[in-house]
């Protein structure tokens, strides 16, 4: 299986049982996929003007919408659709399937079921545009996708420490831009204060160059907005807090020496605003990059998993 898990999951257990499934059962990247969904009309009413929606890994609308009408108590319909398994996927790869429905002609209802296969992440370093740099020894990289992933030790970011793990876009951010990252998940340590996020500088190998600035979520305590207001190469202004959220959007938007920060938990739909710094040694066109420390202040030997989607780097 070399280490691939593979589960089913029904979500609404009070509306009629939905279940999928998939041939072959363990797919690895790659695979052609048979996923079946089988719906069972088991509640104690019929259901008026059903439609089943079924959705391959990695898509946010329906691949097949199908029509299922009426279905009276006790009716079972089976709908199989051909798909694949991503090639280059690590995470949770989702099979799912959604029903919609009448109750009596004045309410509607839903029910959702997925075949999930866990695929494990590994470090298979990244690929060109994008660069890797680290200020710890136990720093290593991966590429999935859309997907970036940075494991790192680290004892902070903050109080002239700095010690991080980052992959970065040379001089990708313009004097008016906006950087963005969702940041999917942090794992592989109980620390609160582990963080990962954006980072700009004038040279984040050479952050005492200038322009240097981050922006993180941190494992429980929020999220962080972090700036070096001197350009010694530490961070030394601070803004943020609140409550962690994983996954998160950050935001980053540059305006000439002016950094504005923002997030959302909502996939974008509202944004909430940090603080906007200034930051005077920021320069020309910066590099622009995802960072990761485990923040072993207290922690000894930790090591973090970070893993990013989405990283984008645009004028404004």
Same mark, same amino acid.
């Given at each position: 299986m070399n280490g691939l898990q593979s589960v089913s999951t029904r979500t609404d257990t009070l509306g009629p049982t939905l279940t999928v499934t998939t041939e072959p059962a363990e797919p690895t990247g790659g695979d052609a996929v048979t996923a079946t969904a089988v719906l069972v009309n088991d509640c104690p009413f019929p259901l008026r003007g059903a439609v089943l929606y079924l959705v391959d890994p990695g898509r946010t609308t329906a691949t097949r919408t199908i029509p299922l009408g009426d279905l009276r108590r006790g009716a079972k319909t089976t709908r199989s $659709? =051909?798909?694949s398994m991503p090639a280059d996927v690590a995470g949770d790869? #989702?099979?799912t399937a959604h029903v919609l429905f009448d109750v009596d *002609? =004045?309410? #509607?209802d839903c029910a959702r079921a997925a075949k999930t296969v866990s695929v494990p992440y590994e470090a298979n370093g990244v690929r060109e545009p994008y660069r890797t740099f680290a200020t710890t020894d136990d720093a290593q990289f991966g590429q999935y996708g859309s997907?970036?992933?940075? $494991? /790192?030790?680290g004892g902070d970011l903050? &109080? *002239? =420490?700095? %010690?991080? &793990? &980052?992959?970065l876009l040379p001089g990708s951010a313009a004097t008016a831009s906006v950087v963005q990252v969702k940041t999917v998940g942090l794992t592989g340590s109980d620390n609160p204060t582990a963080k990962y996020g954006i980072a700009? #500088?004038?040279?984040?190998? #050479?952050?005492? %160059?200038? &322009?240097?600035a981050v922006l993180t979520m941190s494992k429980s305590y929020g999220v962080e907005f972090m700036t070096d207001s001197d350009s010694d190469g530490h961070l030394d202004t601070w803004a943020g807090g609140g409550v962690s959220t994983h996954p998160a959007l950050l935001r980053l938007v540059r305006a000439g020496t002016t950094y504005t920060a923002y997030s959302s938990t909502n996939n974008g739909l509202a944004w909430n %605003?940090? /603080?906007s710094v200034t930051v005077p040694s920021a320069a020309g066109s910066l590099d622009a990059g995802v960072v990761a420390s485990a923040v072993n202040l207290n922690f000894p030997g930790t090591t973090v998993r970070a893993v990013f989607d989405h990283f984008s780097v645009e004028a404004s």
């Open positions: $659709w =051909r798909t790869v #989702a099979f *002609g =004045r309410s #509607a997907q970036l992933v940075i $494991w /790192a030790g903050s &109080g *002239g =420490r700095d %010690e991080k &793990g &980052g992959i700009v #500088a004038n040279d984040l190998t #050479a952050p005492e %160059e200038g &322009g240097y %605003e940090i /603080a």
